[in-house]
């Protein structure tokens, strides 16, 4: 019933959408042009300003072709950019079921969370306001969160051979969500190096280590652990034999790699990889602001002050590095500074360029944001939250340009790994989620502007 009442409402909402923008829009006009080259059997046409590979063209052709046979569809309504964007609509429905077998698998130990709360949070992810908005517009966001996380479910089931294909899917959609391929192969080592950890502090019989604890001297033990587990021959042979699906998709991406020259297919000179370390401070930012419920609350301030007073040494080393990595790999793409249509222009203009110093006064906050964070997460093993922590920087840290799309994935697994809230909690972030909602959509569909020498109309969108 939700889940129908949540795409009743999707298709009234795109409706309204498709009424108001009925031609393709920003990055729509390399997208549905492309589509529409597919649809009609032009397979080898490419636009070079594209820089994902062709999954979603494929897909929607695939969707599209026989709908138009068994209805009878024809002429332009059968690849028109809103039959396409429909196709992402369809893959909303679908993340909105995956969300709730998702939670359904990973809290099946705690049998406190009633159904209704599942239910909530499965809502309340589905409505996640980034992805949200690019249901309705013809952009890989949808489709790639589809596969990707099909493909999270599956490795949970122990289904890996299906978690490589759909991993294959899902770069096929965008090729970062290699890193979520290696992610699901992570969380078979994770739980084998956890199994053989537990073992090990039976054998000692040592209850004072704990593979959850985050003291120096038991992460440092953890580190000798896992170099002694890993240069093991056996331990190796073993671990291959369960991820040899994902090994072969990693072949075949960097078989890819080396043939393309390059992870990027299309306009290379827009999207060069950097060592962009802020990326994870805006990515730790951005899901406070998003999590605010769970992350920003004074219980967690004055546990944050408490763990500040214990361990002033720790704390001041994070911060030089910290500011260290803000001064010499802080980059700004053009497009940042030139597109008043994203939302990312106007935090950048009104936070980071007041003054020279914003970046490094904000700190404190970055150190907050990472502390509450791994605090969440303290539920999973040391050695999950390490392979977590490895593909966050994977996937964001590359990135030159900030942009809020390349923050959906890593923040859906963080959100469903995380213990379940509290109900009034849960009701908090929904109310956020449905006005940040509203506020977006007003704004794209009534506060249009215009470019000087420019007759068409721009919109406001993340």
């Known amino acids: 019933a939700a889940m129908s009442g949540a795409f009743l409402l999707s298709c009234l909402l795109f409706a309204a959408i498709n009424r108001r923008q009925r031609g393709p829009y920003m990055d729509e006009a390399f997208h549905v042009p492309q589509a529409q080259a597919y649809c009609h059997g032009r397979f080898l046409q490419w636009d070079p300003m594209i820089t994902t590979l062709p999954g979603l063209y494929l897909a929607s052709v695939g969707v599209v072709k026989p709908a138009a046979w068994l209805f009878g569809w024809t002429g332009s309504v059968v690849c028109s950019a809103a039959m396409l964007r429909f196709i992402n609509l369809l893959f909303s429905a679908g993340n909105f079921y995956l969300l709730y077998l998702l939670l359904l698998k990973i809290h099946q130990k705690n049998k406190a969370v009633s159904g209704f709360q599942r239910i909530l949070s499965t809502l309340t992810l589905a409505m996640f306001p980034t992805l949200y908005f690019f249901t309705f517009l013809y952009y890989t966001d949808t489709g790639s969160v589809f596969f990707t996380l099909f493909a999270y479910l ?3 089931y122990g ?6 294909l759909l991993g294959f899917c ?10 979520w391929a290696v992610f699901c192969a992570g969380n078979v080592v994770a739980e084998k190096l956890n199994e053989a950890w537990k073992t090990e502090l039976q054998k000692k019989k040592d209850e004072k280590i704990s593979s959850r604890k985050g003291s120096f001297s038991d992460l440092t033990r953890i580190l000798r652990f896992l170099i002694k587990y890993l240069i093991s021959l056996k331990n190796l042979v073993t671990l291959t034999a369960l991820t040899w ?17 390059g992870i990027v297919v299309g306009d290379r000179s827009s999207h060069e990889a950097c060592l962009h370390f802020p990326q994870l401070f805006y990515f730790l930012s951005f899901t406070v602001f998003f999590s605010f ?13 408490l763990s500040l007073r214990k361990h002033p ?67 999973k093993s040391i050695f999950w939250i390490l392979m977590y922590f490895v593909c966050l920087l994977a996937v964001t840290v590359p990135q030159k340009l900030l942009e809020f799309r390349y923050f959906i994935l890593p923040f859906l697994i963080y959100r469903l790994n995380i213990p379940f809230p509290s ?34 109309i721009q919109r406001f969108m993340w």
């Open 313 to 379: 040494v720790q704390y001041s080393l994070i911060a030089v590095i910290s500011l260290f990595l803000i001064w010499k790999f802080t980059y700004v793409h053009k497009y940042l500074l030139a597109d008043n249509r994203h939302y990312t222009f106007y935090v950048w203009r009104k936070i980071f360029q007041r003054h020279e110093l914003v970046k490094y006064i904000l700190v404190p906050v970055y150190m907050f944001a990472g502390w509450s964070f791994a605090d969440t997460l303290k539920s």
């Open 159 to 164: 289904n890996h051979k299906t978690s490589a």
């Open 154 to 156: 599956m490795c949970l």
């Open 293 to 305: 419920p769970h992350l920003l609350t004074p219980t967690k301030m004055r546990k944050f002050l």
């Open 423 to 456: 109900l009034y909690r849960q009701l908090l972030e929904l109310a956020f989620y449905i006005v940040v909602n509203a506020i977006t959509f007003y704004l794209f569909l009534n506060k249009t502007f215009q470019w000087p020498n420019s007759d068409e």
């Open 245 to 261: 699906p994902y090994i072969m998709l990693v072949t075949v991406f960097f078989v890819f790699v080396f043939v393309n020259d």
């Open 170 to 179: 899902g770069f096929m959609f965008r090729q970062t969500n290699i890193v």
